[in-house]
C-alpha cells in the first residue's frame, strides 16, 4: 500500500507571497498530523485533525498558518505572506483513530522543503 | 523538543552494537517512540513501547525504558552502515501529539 505523500517535495518562494502544501495521507487513516522540522527549533508539532472532530490547532506558530482536510482525506497547509523563518521542511504524519495501539503509530510522508528566500 | 533530551552525535564501529539513550519528562506519556530519518527523507517509525513495559526487542532493536528515571533507549545490534541516520526520541504528552527530541546523529565507520 501507499505511503503518505507531499506535494511538492521542494518549493521556493519569495517573502511575502502565499504557498499551499499539500498531503495524502495512508487509506484509512483518518488522524492527520502536520509537524515542521527546522535547524532552529527541531521538529515541532502544528496542527492535527481527528476524523471529524474540530482541529487541535494549538501548534500553529501565527495566523498565517491555516490548514484544512477535505473529505477527511487530503489535507492542505496554507502559509501566507511568507517569511524567511518559515523556511523549513513540513512533515505530514497520519494514524488510525482506533482503540488499541494501532491509533498511536503515526507514519510520516518524504515532507516538503520550503525555502523563503 | 525541549522536554526530550538525546545526545546528539554517537560513531559506532560497524558490526558493534550501537546505543542510544534519551531522557523524557512528561510521566503521563502512554508511547515512547524511536524514529529514524535518513539524508532527504521523511521519519520512519522504528519501534515504540508501552508505558508500563520496560523492555521491547523486535529484531536487531532492543528498547528499554526506565519509568522511574524518565529514561528511554534503544540498541541496533549488528550495526551496519545502513543504520547510519538520525534517531529521534518521541513522548506523546497529551495522547496524540508527538513531542522529539533534537535526535541522535549515529555514523557508523567500518
Known amino acids: 500500500g501507499a505511503g503518505v505523500s507531499q506535494s511538492p517535495s521542494n518549493k521556493v518562494t519569495e517573502k511575502g507571497k502565499d504557498v499551499e502544501l499539500r498531503c495524502d495521507p495512508i487509506?484509512?487513516?483518518?488522524?492527520l498530523y502536520w509537524y515542521r522540522q527546522s535547524l532552529g527549533q527541531g521538529l515541532e508539532f502544528l496542527i492535527y485533525f481527528q476524523g471529524n472532530s474540530a482541529p487541535d490547532k494549538s501548534g500553529l506558530p501565527s495566523d498565517r498558518f491555516s490548514a484544512e482536510r477535505t473529505g477527511g482525506s487530503v489535507s492542505t497547509l496554507t502559509i501566507q505572506r511568507t517569511q524567511q523563518e518559515d523556511s523549513a521542511v513540513y512533515l505530514c504524519?497520519?494514524?488510525?483513530?482506533?482503540?488499541?495501539?494501532?491509533?498511536?503509530?503515526?507514519?510520516f510522508g518524504p515532507g516538503t522543503r520550503l525555502t523563503v528566500t | 523538543g525541549e522536554d526530550v533530551e538525546q545526545s546528539l552525535f554517537l560513531s559506532v564501529r560497524e558490526g558493534d552494537s550501537s546505543v542510544i539513550n534519551c531522557t523524557y519528562t512528561?510521566?503521563?506519556?502512554?508511547?515512547l517512540y524511536w524514529y529514524k530519518q535518513e539524508p532527504g527523507a521523511g521519519l520512519q517509525l522504528l519501534t515504540y513501547?508501552?508505558?508500563?513495559?520496560d523492555m521491547k526487542q523486535d529484531q536487531r532493536l532492543t528498547v528499554l525504558l526506565n519509568k522511574k528515571d524518565k529514561h528511554l533507549s534503544l540498541r541496533i545490534a549488528d550495526t551496519q552502515t545502513g543504520d547510519s541516520a538520525i534517531y529521534f526520541c518521541?513522548?506523546?504528552?497529551?495522547?496524540?501529539?508527538?513531542?522529539f527530541g533534537a535526535g541522535t546523529t549515529v555514523t557508523v565507520r567500518a
Open positions: 512528561d510521566s503521563s506519556s502512554t508511547y
Open positions: 504524519a497520519s494514524s488510525y483513530l482506533t482503540s488499541g495501539s494501532r491509533r498511536y503509530e503515526q507514519y
Open positions: 513501547i508501552f508505558s508500563n513495559m
Open positions: 487509506s484509512g487513516h483518518t488522524a
Open positions: 518521541a513522548e506523546t504528552p497529551n495522547d496524540y501529539k508527538l513531542s
